[in-house]
């Protein structure tokens, strides 16, 4: 059911990928922002969900530049936003004094704009490409993904013996990551192929989203860790939170996209 959905949100796009997308940023912000809170870090969640939202909306349907005459790129949207979220920030907490934790509570309103509002957007920016087309990247993009998640856990278990990155996630291994970054490469080029998206770009692009979302799985360890937690949040029984399920996505599909945008246009 889950795999029927996400196809029809991808092919699809529009409003309702763009609602779906917006829906799965606000919860990840709400665990990260319960992640920082038991570290002690005080999070205005009600400011922080605002400028995520307000990020979605703007980079969705303002934010690529307009084919001739626009001067508002969606660099100047999330500079706006950042700036707008930061000078409220201060506002609302420089009655409490010039502490560190005031501080570290400003930098970590913007990170949570960043790693949940920012780097969700990619999905849709991905999707909004034309040439070649959007849905297919995009598929292609979760084909890497997820191949690579499948691969490293089965190659991993039968014969990972090297820790990968004990402190973080002890489990991991390099003989899962190698064979995950295989695995996933070579699903996202048997997709692509299928797609006829070329075959250097898709191993190149293979690897390196491969490689670049198994940094993100660690990234997500590294937050989990900080704040002695084992799951980001309870969005799928058994399965964790949104970060849990989206942590190789959100580093992956920036070098998806990027790499589409400089080569196959």
Do not use: C
Request: hydrophobic letters at 55%; a positive charge.
């Amino acid at each position: 059911m889950g795999a029927i959905l996400f196809l029809f949100l991808v092919i699809k796009g529009g409003i309702l990928l763009t609602v779906a997308v917006g829906v799965l940023s606000v919860l990840a912000a709400v665990e990260v922002g319960k992640i920082f809170k038991k570290t002690g870090v005080d999070v205005r969640f009600s400011l922080v969900l605002f400028f995520n939202l307000a990020l979605l909306a703007g980079k969705a349907f303002w934010g690529q530049p307009a084919a001739s005459g626009s001067s508002f790129s969606s660099g100047d949207w999330l500079a706006l936003v950042a700036f707008t979220l930061l000078f409220t920030s201060f506002l609302l907490l420089m009655g409490k004094g010039i502490t560190q934790a005031n501080l570290i509570s400003l930098v970590s309103h913007l990170f949570i704009l960043f790693y949940t509002g920012f780097l969700f957007v990619y999905p849709l920016l991905i999707r909004q490409l034309t040439t070649p087309y959007g849905w297919q990247l995009l598929l292609f993009a979760f084909a890497v993904i997820w191949g690579t998640d499948t691969g490293a856990y089965f190659i991993g278990s039968a014969m990972g013996k090297t820790p990968l990155a004990p402190r973080l996630s002890p489990k991991k291994t390099v003989e899962g990551a190698v064979g995950g970054l295989v695995v996933g490469t070579l699903t996202g080029v048997i997709l692509g192929l299928f797609f006829q998206l070329p075959l250097f770009w898709l191993v190149g692009t293979g690897i390196l989203a491969s490689f670049v979302g198994q940094i993100g799985d660690l990234f997500a360890s590294f937050l989990k860790r900080i704040a002695g937690v084992k799951d980001s949040g309870r969005f799928l029984p058994g399965h964790g939170g949104v970060i849990d399920r989206f942590d190789s996505a959100l580093f992956s599909l920036p070098v998806v996209y990027y790499l589409a945008l400089f080569l196959l246009r």
